[in-house]
């Protein structure tokens, strides 16, 4: 049973500090990873994607990939209220051929960015 | 507006009646995803196509559950027989498919159903 594991919070953060999420998962095999942001009642918006092994940043994003420790993290600098949602992490199932198909999600970090 | 729409967003129905969900993904994208989300929860997967080819569904996933691509371009889910713990968000992804850069999925904006 492939999981992906988040801190469900809620994380709260003043405005304008560095908010930092979660992730572990449990197959070795993961190759991509990806952060979901979801605010309340709408549907879940892909904000950041990794493949390697470092950090990759966008903008006041920045994910971090350690795949031998099998973590992900999301950094958000200078947080701001309009952040304040629930982060996703979710990962692909890799088939048999080794391609990519379905994403299992964690259950999802919710943040709360005070002004 | 990531370019997935669904239809309905939202649906109200009677425990037994059927309904059916619609989902047209980007138009170059060759996979298409549905997933069901609760209250406090991550989605959770149903089942997929490449192109027209259903190539998984969930395990999980009930008989009264039925997806279909004809085209390869929109995508129709019918639940049967519905049941209240069939109320949650039902969300239709889509993404390019092989090769490269391409398993970005994308979300549409979900349809509500509730069941009483």
């Known amino acids: 049973q492939k999981e992906v594991e988040q801190n469900s919070g809620p994380l709260s953060v003043p405005e304008g500090a560095i908010a930092s999420l979660n992730c572990t998962y449990s197959?070795?095999?993961?190759?991509?990873f990806f952060w979901y942001r979801q605010y309340s009642g709408k549907s879940p918006e892909l904000i950041m994607f990794?493949?390697?092994?470092g950090d990759k940043e966008d903008g006041r994003f920045t994910a971090q990939l350690n795949k031998a420790s099998q973590y992900v993290s999301l950094l958000i600098r200078d947080s701001q209220p309009s952040d304040s949602a629930t982060y996703l992490c979710?990962?692909?199932?890799?088939?048999?051929?080794?391609?990519?198909?379905?994403?299992?999600f964690g259950k999802g970090t919710k943040l709360s960015v005070k002004p | 507006d990531t370019g997935v729409s669904q239809d309905p967003r939202h649906k109200i129905t009677k425990r037994g009646q059927n309904v059916t969900f619609r989902c047209d993904p980007i138009s170059e994208h060759n996979r298409l995803y549905w997933y069901r989300q609760t209250l406090g929860q991550g989605p959770e997967f149903l089942t997929y196509?490449?192109?027209?080819?259903?190539?998984?569904k969930s395990r999980l996933l009930s008989d009264r559950f039925s997806a279909e691509r004809p085209k390869g371009s929109f995508s129709t889910l019918e639940i049967q027989r519905t049941e209240q713990g069939d109320s949650a968000m039902y969300l239709c992804a889509s993404s390019l498919g092989l090769g490269g850069r391409t398993y970005e999925q994308y979300f549409g904006p979900g349809t509500r159903l509730t069941v009483t």
């Open positions: 196509f490449q192109n027209e080819a259903q190539l998984e």
């Open positions: 197959d070795r095999g993961s190759q991509s």
């Open positions: 979710a990962v692909p199932l890799m088939n048999y051929g080794g391609s990519q198909g379905n994403l299992i």
């Open positions: 990794i493949y390697s092994n």
